[in-house]
């Protein structure tokens, strides 16, 4: 099965820096669209940055300018480097997939992460 794992979650201080990363591993053929979304407690999940196979990205308006989405395609992975972080980005991080899977009569499946934590705090 397709199974996401995120990394590099952790607590860091106002006009910190962190990179979080999530690796897609399992019978993949193609892997489309990447996301990172974010919940904060009490409130909806949120995007906050996609980026699409060929490249295009957009970004939610709080942290454009400060964060930056990329992938590694030969990897299966996908990045998003935290700069300038502020309080209100606390939340826990999700990464998602749209993948092309052959077990499942080669249709696109949304995957999800199990969420890493980020915590901006001085």
């Known amino acids: 099965q397709v199974q996401l794992v995120e990394s590099g979650g952790g607590l860091v201080q106002p006009g910190g820096s962190l990179r979080l990363s999530c690796a897609a591993s399992g019978s993949i053929f193609r892997i489309n669209a990447m996301g990172w979304y974010r919940q904060a407690p009490g409130k909806q999940r949120e995007l906050v940055a996609k980026?699409?196979?060929?490249?295009?990205?957009n970004y939610a308006d709080s942290v454009k300018g400060r964060f930056t989405i990329s992938r590694d395609n030969a990897k299966k992975t996908v990045f998003l480097q935290m700069n300038s972080l502020k309080p209100e980005d606390t939340a826990v991080y999700y990464c998602n997939i749209g993948a092309i899977v052959p077990d499942k009569a080669w249709s696109e499946y949304d995957y999800w992460g199990q969420g890493t934590q980020v915590t901006v705090s001085s």
């Open positions: 980026i699409t196979s060929g490249g295009s990205t």
